[in-house]
């Protein structure tokens, strides 16, 4: 039985990819940064707006367009809240990029393994300079702590 199910897992997709693929992003922020959705090769303010997740290595800038990886897609991971210019408190999904299918052998799993721990690494530094600048030291081991828990 753990042979077919691990057989169907290396060739099913992520059953929590959206249809989702580009984005524009117009304001970049610590932990990531807000985009519109772009759809069929079209970015605008009108579109739907996502809070882009960070990702390791890759630096967010105004006006950058940002696609989903070959191997990954965009899923829907809760919401962010923030005040718009106009002082309006605003809530847009969470955009992170996940694998399509499962890992097919031990060198995927070793890396994906290694790509999460940078991940959480690049989270505990923006949570340490977030609650630094605060002067929240007694909140900060609970922030370095969060992105692990959520792994569990």
Do not use: W
């Not at 693929?21 to 922020?29: G, H, P, S």
């Amino acid at each position: 039985m753990n042979n077919v199910e691990s057989i169907k897992k290396a060739f099913y997709d992520n059953e929590n990819c959206s249809d989702m693929r580009e984005f524009e992003i117009f304001q970049t922020l610590d932990d990531g940064a807000l985009a519109f959705l772009c759809e069929d090769g079209h970015c605008s303010a009108y579109n739907q707006t996502v809070f882009l997740d960070n990702q390791h290595n890759v630096f967010y800038y105004d006006g950058m367009k940002v696609k989903s990886p070959n191997d990954k897609c965009a899923v829907v991971d809760g919401v962010y809240r923030y005040e718009s210019k106009d002082e309006r408190i605003r809530t847009v999904p969470i955009i992170k990029f996940q694998y399509k299918n499962y890992p097919k052998n031990e060198d995927e799993v070793k890396q994906r393994l290694s790509e999460a721990y940078d991940k959480i690494y690049d989270k505990c530094i923006i949570a340490y300079k977030k609650n630094n600048k605060k002067g929240n030291s007694e909140k900060l081991v609970v922030a370095l702590l969060m992105p692990l828990l959520k792994l569990l």
